[in-house]
């Protein structure tokens, strides 16, 4: 079982930058590959950013050179640093994680439906 804890969220202008945190509980936190995703009022949820275990990471195209995940196993922690904000990135971000076995494509980590453990959510709204 790991559970997951959101942090950083706030309310910020376009142009501003915010880090995001999620830290997890569990001693197998090494083995898993960490997303985040986001859901906007009246939308789908949507993958943002992925991590492996081995440190491979992938990115929604809307996002590509602005945000930059990263991970600390030490601490049990993974991070989303977001530059550059717009307001359509305005939205709930949510921490997810799943066990990451070797031979799995990274897009099989940007379906939402293949993450196990989710938290709670932490909202990020970015004025004009």
């Known amino acids: 079982q790991v559970q997951l804890v959101e942090s950083g969220g706030g309310l910020v202008r376009a142009g501003d930058s915010l880090r995001l945190s999620c830290a997890a509980s569990?001693?197998?936190?090494?083995?898993?590959?960490m997303g985040w995703f986001r859901q906007a009022p009246g939308k789908e949820r949507e993958f943002v950013a992925a991590?492996?275990?081995?440190?491979?990471?992938t990115y929604t195209d809307s996002v590509k050179g602005r945000f930059t995940i990263s991970r600390d196993n030490a601490k049990n922690t993974v991070y989303l640093q977001m530059n550059s904000l717009k307001p359509e990135d305005t939205a709930v971000y949510y921490c997810?994680?799943?066990?990451?076995?070797?031979?799995?494509?990274?897009?099989?980590?940007?379906?939402?439906?293949?993450?196990?453990?989710w938290g709670q959510g932490t909202q990020v709204t970015v004025s004009s």
């Open positions: 991590i492996r275990r081995g440190g491979g990471r």
């Open positions: 997810a994680a799943t066990i990451d076995l070797l031979g799995y494509f990274a897009t099989r980590y940007e379906d939402r439906a293949n993450y196990d453990y």
């Open positions: 569990g001693r197998t936190y090494s083995s898993y590959a």
